[in-house]
Every structure is written in C-alpha cells, then in structure tokens.
C-alpha cells in the first residue's frame, strides 16, 4: 500500500509557475499509474494530467494541455507537475493520485474513482 505525500503548493500571480511534487513510499513506485486532479469547493475532483509506470507516456486534460507538464523520477519514487502559465480559475486543491491496477486509456485515466490511493492535497491560488 502506498502513501503519497504532495508539496509545492501556494499563491502566485496569473501567468506565474509552480512545481508540485508528490512523494510516494510504502509501495513499489514503479507499479503505479500516478495522476493529479484538482478540486475546488462544491465540486468533484477534476482529472488534470496522468503518466504511465516508466514515464513514456503522458495524457493531459485540454484545460492544461500545453501548460502543465507532468513527469516522474522512479529511483526519487516521486511525482511531479510543472505548472506554467497559470491562471486563477487554475486555483484548486491538487491531489495526486495512484493505482496499480488501472488501465493506460484516457477514459479510464480521467475517471478518479479508479485510483486507489489519494494524497491529502496541496492548495494552489493563483491571484489576477
């Protein structure tokens, strides 16, 4: 079983950056198909962005496609999302997110019910 921890979060201005990180252990990091959603008050969790178990392979949401850039490093067992141009309706609570078992296909990456194993969140306000 394994237990994610996110960090990087905070306030910036519009078209500013930041870099979340989600440190996993407790589990064969390699195993995993991580993602990042994001949720804001009143609303379920909206996928983001997932990468596949060795980091080949990468799906993003069209809301951050071209913006946000997510990447792992396997021998760090972390994973992280590079958020670039930021704008305020991208404010939210990010959440990582993984699961051994899930299927590398887009309809089933954005689906959140099919992680099993959830971080507690890093919040992220981007100010106009």
């Known amino acids: 079983q394994v237990q994610l921890v996110e960090s990087g979060g905070g306030l910036v201005q519009a078209g500013g950056s930041l870099r979340l990180s989600c440190a996993a252990s407790?589990?064969?990091?390699?195993?995993?198909?991580m993602g990042w959603f994001r949720q804001t008050p009143g609303k379920e969790h909206e996928f983001v962005t997932a990468?596949?178990?060795?980091?080949?392979?990468?799906y993003y949401a069209d809301s951050v496609k071209g913006r946000f850039t997510i990447s792992r490093d396997n021998a760090k067992n972390t994973v992280y999302l590079q958020m670039n141009s930021l704008k305020p309706e991208d404010s939210a609570v990010y959440y990582c997110?993984?699961?051994?078992?899930?299927?590398?296909?887009?309809?089933?990456?954005?689906?959140?019910?099919?992680?099993?194993?959830w971080g507690q969140g890093t919040q992220v306000t981007v100010s106009s």
């Open positions: 997110a993984a699961d051994q078992d899930i299927a590398y296909i887009n309809d089933i990456l954005r689906v959140g019910s099919k992680y099993n194993y």
């Open positions: 407790g589990g064969t990091f390699s195993s995993y198909v």
């Open positions: 990468i596949n178990r060795k980091g080949g392979r990468t």
